[in-house]
């Protein structure tokens, strides 16, 4: 079975794919950045180990023998699973893979924006570590005693709701069910943003989730709150919020745009009461084991003729 990984994959992650050929799974990497080579490899290719550059209808059509998409990850918005769907070819995904990554990804961006870590590793790097400007003392705080909203309740905020708690936070969420185990009060979402001094994003990318944190929502939130995201950038109205980052908000912790890769002149990239990453919150050694284990295990599934796990389409 032939597997086309579109990733970037490091030595040590090549290593560990080239050693399924054992058990009948060829994988071939082709950098996402790559077009040329990854449109070269498409006809020959059974399944598609995806990540994060979209798969359309295009992408299908070069791609005869296209048996399954493997999502490596949770969320299939860059999936065009219609098009899927008419040919045939099962879309799966990982659920809980990179949960506990993600959660402590979180964790980092609002320690990194409440405590202006990056601001400071800056200043230090050009040995103006005591010549920091007056306004940012008045800017730093602590997790313990502040308020943190999670929008949403799925496998990342169980693992960072009893974090946020051991560490002083007060949790609140919104969902549209009570989960049993959830920890916190459960609130409408209009009451969060108006309660919380943090507010994370964990919702998927749907169209009754786009936008959701628009000009009026974020307009709800405290004055000097901070807004977290590591789910989908769609989720912000990206111009409101660098509109309140210049006034009302705080300050906020992003690991997922609306338009990715994030451009070098975006407004975000301008201010300082923000945190940036590009899209790695699920990406650390344990989350890609776990992945290429579940994703080698549908492998053999589809070649056995026996259900995959976790599919969608």
């Not at 609002?110 to 570590?129: K, S």
């Not at 943003?193 to 964990?202: C, E, N, T």
């Not at 989908?232 to 509109?243: H, K, M, N, P, Y």
């Not at 989350?287 to 492998?299: E, G, K, L």
Request: with cysteine.
């Amino acid at each position: 079975m032939r597997v086309l990984y579109h990733y970037a994959a490091g030595p040590a992650l090549r290593a560990r794919l080239a050693r399924l050929a054992d058990e009948g799974i060829e994988v071939q990497v082709c950098s996402e950045a790559d077009d040329q080579g990854f449109f070269a490899l498409l006809p020959e290719t059974d399944v598609i180990w995806h990540n994060l550059r979209p798969i359309d209808s295009y992408v299908l059509e070069a791609a005869p023998k296209l048996k399954l998409i493997q999502k490596i990850g949770v969320g299939v918005n860059t999936i065009d699973l219609d098009a899927a769907r008419a040919r045939g070819i099962a879309v799966c995904n990982l659920p809980g893979s990179n949960s506990r990554a993600v959660a402590e990804h979180a964790l980092g961006l609002m320690l990194a924006v409440l405590r202006r870590i990056v601001t400071f590793d800056v200043l230090t790097r050009e040995g103006r570590g005591w010549d920091r400007p007056d306004h940012i003392e008045d800017t730093l705080g602590e997790l313990a005693g502040r308020r943190v909203g999670m929008v949403g309740y799925g496998s990342v905020p169980r693992l960072l709701a009893p974090i946020l708690t051991a560490m002083g936070a007060e949790v609140v969420y919104s969902n549209r069910s009570e989960p049993p185990d959830a920890l916190g009060r459960r609130l409408p979402l209009d009451d969060l943003l108006a309660m919380s001094d943090i507010v994370s994003l964990h919702l998927p990318l749907v169209p009754a989730t786009e936008h959701l944190m628009n000009a009026e929502r974020i307009a709800q939130m405290r004055r000097g709150s901070i807004l977290i995201n590591t789910s989908r950038g769609g989720l912000i109205d990206t111009g409101a919020l660098v509109s309140a980052l210049r006034g009302h908000l705080g300050g906020a912790g992003l690991d997922v745009f609306e338009s990715e890769p994030l451009p070098r002149a975006h407004p975000l990239t301008g201010l300082d009461n923000v945190v940036l990453a590009p899209h790695v919150a699920w990406l650390t050694q344990e989350t890609m084991t776990r992945s290429v284990a579940a994703a080698a295990d549908n492998c053999r599934r589809l070649a056995c003729g026996e259900p995959l796990a976790h599919r969608i389409v």
